[in-house]
């Protein structure tokens, strides 16, 4: 079967680091995407991994490690803003995205 | 960037009118429009695939009779609930792909929360 594993809540302090760790499993893989899901709003997109490695992007970098199915999304300097719900989603190998609950994000003063 | 606009953002309606959102590509033509559920707290689910011309194609378990797709044009897609109950209220959301990147992106509407009294 396919599944995605992520914390379901974090919590962590302004102007912090935090990294949100996903395990995943699908029928086949073309690449895995972050994105970010505020309360009552749809998702907006953060990142794209399909090679292993590092994705730097601005505060958000993502990891992906292919043959471990493992990717993490790391937050620096975190604003209240961040607070939201961050989605691993892999695109297994009819290109569908693999949605899990993801994990909640709490950002405390 | 490629931005996708969905109407209306809300509406309330009586148990058993039919609703019709609207999802519009509005910078660029959509090869492909994917329309998914939200119930709160849970992840997304995907609906439906829709490709413009062609019927659309139903996740197992989604009733094709009462959740109709029409992808009339490459920046339109529609989806009608059909003689809505309470159970349907739920925060539906559509995405598009440009098909100009190589993986895929999709690139989502702003949501429809609807609730149905």
């Known amino acids: 079967g396919q599944n995605i594993d992520q914390p379901t809540e974090m919590t962590a302090t302004e102007g912090a680091i935090v990294q949100i760790n996903c395990t995943y499993q699908t029928s086949g893989f073309n690449g895995l995407f972050w994105y970010q899901q505020h309360a009552g709003e749809a998702p907006t997109f953060l990142s794209y991994?399909?090679l292993d490695g590092l994705e730097e992007k601005g505060r958000f970098s993502s990891f992906l490690s292919r043959s471990k199915g493992y990717s993490y999304l790391l937050l620096k300097e975190l604003q209240m803003k961040d607070s939201a719900s961050y989605l691993c989603v892999p695109s297994d190998s009819n290109y569908q995205l693999i949605w899990g609950a993801g994990t909640k994000l709490i950002i405390k003063p | 960037g490629a931005v996708v606009s969905q109407h209306p953002s809300r509406v309330i309606c009586k148990s058993g009118t039919s609703v019709k959102i609207e999802c519009r590509s509005l910078?660029?033509?959509?090869?492909?429009m994917f329309w998914y559920r939200q119930f709160p707290k849970q992840s997304l689910m995907l609906m439906a695939t829709?490709?413009?011309?062609?019927?659309?194609?139903?996740e197992q378990g989604v009733e094709k009779d009462k959740f109709l797709i029409n992808h009339a044009s490459l920046t339109l897609s529609t989806l009608t609930v059909t003689s809505a109950h309470p159970e349907d209220s739920s925060f539906y959301i559509c995405?598009?792909?440009?098909?100009?990147?190589?993986?895929?992106?999709?690139?989502f509407g702003p949501g429809t929360r609807l609730t149905v009294l």
């Open positions: 829709s490709n413009e011309g062609s019927k659309a194609t139903y």
């Open positions: 991994n399909v």
């Open positions: 995405s598009a792909i440009s098909g100009r990147d190589s993986y895929n992106e999709q690139f």
């Open positions: 910078d660029f033509q959509a090869t492909t």
